[in-house]
């Protein structure tokens, strides 16, 4: 499990509460994850027995594309004094819509939860059972467009527990771009959290956290994180 304890003194709280702010975390994702297809039979890029990754161009595979994750608010709550986030590692996959900055992530269909290194295929009913094909990342996510419609956003995401609230499902991670028929769509998450305070309306924003001032730490299972904010940002021990 993790654990990130967040301390705010109480004229902190009061400041954040009167102006509107609320805490909010972004989990990271690899930037540039792999994207390519699958060696499947067909012209669909279906998944088949015996289907491995792609790792580069080929007459029976798809095009490598450019596949990457968007910075999505994960969690956001009413600063109060003392607050514990707490997670497992469990993920989910999605389908959504392409989200546009500022928008809220509409999950259309999930599994929950996934294992990594196990390609899930898309298809007009929705998620089918994973495989494990030769090639895949163990700590990696995947997902394959086997819809006959092109042009579909998947992501991540994960349950967490606030102060011993369970929030079930929040993304935490959506593709930039959307994923064609036949290409399979790659997420990696890595061991490190944003923390930043602002004015939210909600989790599951697809947004341009790069333009805020975030607070960033390494996180690791079993090691409780203390969060300590003052002068508008966080530290850490």
Known sequence: MYQLDIRIDIPDVKALVSAGQKVALVQEVASGAFS???????ETGELVEGSEIAHGDGDDTPDIVNFQAGKVVWVTFAPVQNTTV???RDVAI????????GA?????NSVRPVSPGVVYPYTTSGFGAGQRPAGTDLNSY????SNAHSGLAFGLARDCTVNGNKLPGSPVANSIRTVLNGEIGCFQLVDRIHLFVGTLTGVGVFQNV???HLSTTAISEDTPVTATY?????TFT
């Open 210 to 212: 790069a333009l805020i």
């Open 36 to 42: 390519g297809g699958v060696k499947a039979e067909g």
């Open 94 to 101: 999605y389908q959504s819509g392409q989200p546009s900055s």
């Open 104 to 108: 809220e992530i509409v999950q259309s």
């Open 230 to 234: 003052s002068d508008g940002g966080f």
């Open 142 to 145: 995947y997902m394959c467009n």
């Open 86 to 88: 707490t997670w497992e």
